[in-house]
């Protein structure tokens, strides 16, 4: 058996750099945090204005007011006539409150051969009462932590 004898250490040399590397490594942080999907928030949407013991439709609708834009919602009993609606984990972003009461509980928003609707219904920013409104007119912005926002409802036509 052979026995080494002691080693010698050699301290490395420092490698002299033209300062990039602590700006790449920056830029690289930098994109890796840009890059990072954008945190989610919650809506908490209080609905005003149905009958007790009815359904209520809610809807959170992104970039238009269309069926389609409005693809995530709940329905719920109304109870006392108000129903409380919380959509979590929902991306920041611009959106729109739509919601109905469906009287004869066919899950749809039932209208006239003009259009109007016959049920009550309701938008975020308290629009719609005298004509459909736009996504602009109803829409808000949603940001980290999330909202708190109301919709009454009211009825196009009187009770039939």
């Given at each position: 058996?052979?026995?080494?004898?002691?080693?010698?250490?050699?301290?490395?040399?420092?490698?002299p750099?033209s300062?990039?590397?602590?700006?790449?490594?920056?830029?690289?942080?930098?994109?890796?945090?840009?890059?990072?999907?954008?945190?989610?928030?919650t809506v908490e949407?209080?609905?005003?204005?149905?009958?007790?013991g009815t359904?209520v439709?809610?809807?959170?609708?992104?970039?238009?007011?269309s069926?389609?834009?409005?693809?995530?919602?709940q329905?719920?009993t109304?109870?006392?006539g108000?129903?409380?609606v919380v959509f979590r984990?929902v991306?920041?972003g611009?959106?729109?409150?739509a919601a109905?009461?469906?009287?004869?509980?066919?899950?749809?928003?039932?209208?006239?051969?003009l259009?109007?609707?016959?049920?009550?219904y309701?938008?975020?920013?308290?629009?719609?009462?005298k004509?459909?409104?736009?996504?602009?007119?109803a829409?808000?912005?949603l940001?980290?932590p999330?909202t708190?926002?109301r919709v009454g409802?009211?009825?196009?036509?009187?009770?039939r």
């Amino acid at each position: 058996m052979s026995v080494a004898g002691p080693r010698t250490l050699r301290t490395p040399t420092p490698i002299p750099h033209s300062g990039r590397a602590p700006r790449r490594l920056a830029l690289a942080a930098v994109a890796v945090v840009v890059a990072l999907p954008a945190a989610a928030a919650t809506v908490e949407v209080v609905v005003d204005g149905a009958d007790p013991g009815t359904s209520v439709s809610v809807a959170l609708c992104q970039g238009g007011l269309s069926e389609e834009a409005c693809s995530l919602g709940q329905e719920l009993t109304a109870r006392g006539g108000t129903v409380n609606v919380v959509f979590r984990d929902v991306p920041a972003g611009r959106y729109a409150v739509a919601a109905f009461e469906d009287v004869n509980g066919n899950r749809k928003l039932d209208r006239t051969g003009l259009g109007l609707p016959i049920e009550p219904y309701g938008f975020s920013g308290g629009v719609g009462l005298k004509a459909r409104p736009t996504f602009a007119q109803a829409a808000f912005d949603l940001r980290e932590p999330g909202t708190a926002l109301r919709v009454g409802l009211a009825r196009a036509l009187p009770r039939r």
